[in-house]
């Protein structure tokens, strides 16, 4: 009786005036206007970590085998594959393309301000040149090894895509001396 009571109300009052005082399904409604927005910042917020898990893991793995060369274990027969493969060794977790898409850039200074002026790898939002100069005991070493890393999330994308293909690059630098071997 109580509904009928509301229902004939309702039509005296005009169908306007009754559908804007009606508030079923307001909460659908505002869940539905928010819930985009709320789950992609989520999915950015879990994306972005799992990009700085991933750029942490590259530094240890860099530091790592970058030591090898620091103390000569690594000085004579290596190669960039045998250092990719190295740190992609360190890496497990991140699967099989590890080799195929890491870069690795190492080269050998003089003195430590001649360091800074080293080249950038990335121009233009793609990779050129890069060395592999493992110097002799006591020389200075930069080592940068760079990773792309595909970003899915929009709300991440506009701040970390430095490649032309939309990718993040994960990277990582060392600089030492190596000790006299």
């Known amino acids: 009786m109580r509904k009928l009571l509301t229902i004939v109300k309702r039509s005296r009052q005009g169908p306007k005036r009754g559908l ?3 508030r079923r399904g307001a909460t ?6 928010i819930a985009f927005p709320f789950f992609g910042m989520i999915m950015g917020c879990i994306e972005l970590a799992i990009v700085l898990f991933a750029g942490v893991s590259l530094d240890l793995a860099t530091t790592t085998v970058a030591r090898e ?3 000569g274990v690594a000085a ?10 190295k740190v992609c060794a360190e890496m497990a977790w991140l699967g099989s393309d590890c080799a195929g898409k890491m870069q690795v850039d190492v080269r050998t200074f003089n003195n430590f301000k001649l360091v800074t002026q080293a080249p950038d790898v990335i121009v233009d939002g793609k990779f050129t040149s890069t ?4 110097g002799a005991g006591s020389q200075i070493q930069l080592v940068r090894v760079y990773y ?5 999330s929009p709300f991440v994308k506009p701040g970390l895509g430095t490649m032309s293909t939309g990718e993040a690059v ?8 190596n000790e006299p071997f």
């Open 28 to 33: 659908a409604v505002e869940f539905a206007l």
């Open 76 to 85: 004579k027969p290596t190669t960039p594959k045998d250092f990719i493969t």
């Open 170 to 177: 994960l990277s990582s630098k060392v600089v030492f001396r």
């Open 131 to 134: 060395q592999y100069n493992v």
């Open 69 to 71: 060369l620091r103390t």
């Open 20 to 22: 804007w005082r009606d």
């Open 148 to 152: 792309p890393w595909p970003v899915f």
